[in-house]
T-cell receptor
Framework: AQSVAQPEDQVNVAEGNPLTVKCTYS??????LFWYVQYPNRGLQFLLK??????LVKGSYGFEAEFNKSQTSFHLKKPSALVSDSALYFC????????????FGKGTMLLVSP | EAGVTQFPSHSVIEKGQTVTLRCDPI?????LYWYRRVMGKEIKFLLH????????ESGMPNNRFLAERTGGTYSTLKVQPAELEDSGVYFC?????????????FGQGTRLTVV
């Protein structure tokens, strides 16, 4: 069975500081990993994905994430947070081969203060 | 190009009533998925259509939930009769294939409140 853990319900960071939103996963095989963001009153928006290749992937709005196979992690990062980054962030995983649907974590609320 | 659209955006119904949610996927996307997020919990998979056929409905909670995708275009998710625990945000997503490489495109969700 697949699972995703986002250990923090909320992350608080000051504008201009670096941010990290943590994600670890469990899957019986090679993973495809995703980050989605939900802004208030909006739908889920795709941020970035890891499929294969370089462990550091870059996505929308200056976000990036690093795939770490040994630690089964896929933490989301941004060098300098903006107030407008405040939103709910979801990590998701699926198997790289065969039939598999997306399994999501419970989400982490990111609050960036001015 | 229009994205995934869902109707209504909000619905408040009484326990025991029926509600039908609609999802219009991106044109040309054969794969359509329904997910649900109960407050504060994970977004959980409900079911997956490939065209008009149900590929996987292992996430459907019980037989009060009925999903259809007649003609392989839009999909409906009916809850009958609704219970309090059905409250949550129902997301629809679509993709061209099920290999996950492109990631699915999600709609804005329907917030269902059962009172």
């Amino acid at each position: 069975a697949q699972s995703v853990a986002q250990p923090e319900d909320q992350v608080n960071v000051a504008e201009g500081n670096p941010l990290t939103v943590k994600c670890t996963y469990s899957v019986s095989g090679n993973p495809y990993l995703f980050w989605y963001v939900q802004y208030p009153n909006r739908g889920l928006q795709f941020l970035l994905k890891y499929i294969t290749g370089d462990n550091l992937v870059k996505g929308s709005y200056g976000f990036e994430a690093e795939f770490n196979k040994s630690q089964t992690s896929f933490h989301l990062k941004k060098p300098s947070a903006l107030v407008s980054d405040s939103a709910l962030y979801f990590c998701a995983v699926r198997l790289a081969s065969g039939y598999s649907t997306l399994t999501f974590g419970k989400g982490t609320m990111l609050l960036v203060s001015p | 190009e229009a994205g995934v659209t869902q109707f209504p955006s909000h619905s408040v119904i009484e326990k025991g009533q029926t509600v039908t949610l609609r999802c219009d996927p991106i044109s040309g996307h054969d794969n359509l998925y329904w997910y649900r997020r109960v407050m504060g919990k994970e977004i959980k998979f409900l079911l997956h259509f490939v065209k008009e056929s149900k590929q996987d409905e292992s996430g459907m909670p019980n037989n009060r939930f009925l999903a259809e995708r007649t003609g392989g275009t839009y999909s409906t998710l009916k809850v009958q009769p609704a219970e309090l625990e059905d409250s949550g945000v129902y997301f629809c997503a679509s993709s061209q294939d099920n290999r996950g490489a492109g990631g699915a495109f999600f709609g804005q969700g329907t917030r269902l409140t059962v009172v």
